[in-house]
C-alpha cells in the first residue's frame, strides 16, 4: 500500500488535515477486502473483510463523482484528496484482485462457489461479488467460461475476470 500512496501522492504538499484524511480513506480502503465466504449458503454474497474484526459489519462509503479524468488544476484542495483516493483504490484493488487469481489460479472452480468478480470502474469500498451458476468447458474439457449470479443479474465471464476466494481450508 505504501507504494500506491507514493504514487497517488508524488511531490504534492497536503496539510495535515488533507493527509490525515487520505490516510482514514486508506485504512477503510484496506479493511474492505474480502477474506473469506462468510456462509456455506451459495445465496449468501457476504464475505468476511478486516472490518467486520473492527465494527462487526462490511464498510461501506457513499461514491463520490469520478474524478479521475478531471484535470487536478481544476480542482479544491479536497477534490484533489479524492481524486487521489479513487485513483489509490483503483490501483491498489487491481493489484488486490490480481494477486488472489495467482494465489488460486490453478484451483478448479465449482459451480456454486463464491467469487469477486474484477470490473472497471468500480467505486472505492465496492467489490462486485458472485455465485458461480455454471461452468462451460470448451472443447478440450477446461473450463473457461462461467455464468455468475449477482445481487444484480446474470452475467457470463471468462475465468479471467474472476478472483476465487479462499476456501475455509486455506484461511
Partial sequence: MKYHLRRVV????LTVMEFSTLLCQVEAILNSRSICSLSANPEH???LTPGHFLIG???LALPDHNLKDVSSNRLSKWLCVQQMIQRLW???SQDYL???QQTHKWRNVKIGELVLVKEDNLPPLVWEK??????HPGKDGLTRVVTLKTSTGILKRP????CLLPQDEEV
Avoid: E, F, P, Y
Fill in 10 to 13: 508524488g511531490k504534492a504538499t
Fill in 130 to 135: 458472485a455465485v458461480i451458476s455454471d461452468l
Fill in 90 to 92: 483503483k490501483q491498489w
Fill in 98 to 100: 490480481h494477486q488472489l
Fill in 57 to 59: 459489519t462490511s464498510l
Fill in 45 to 47: 454474497l457476504q464475505v
Fill in 159 to 162: 475465468i479471467t475476470k474472476i
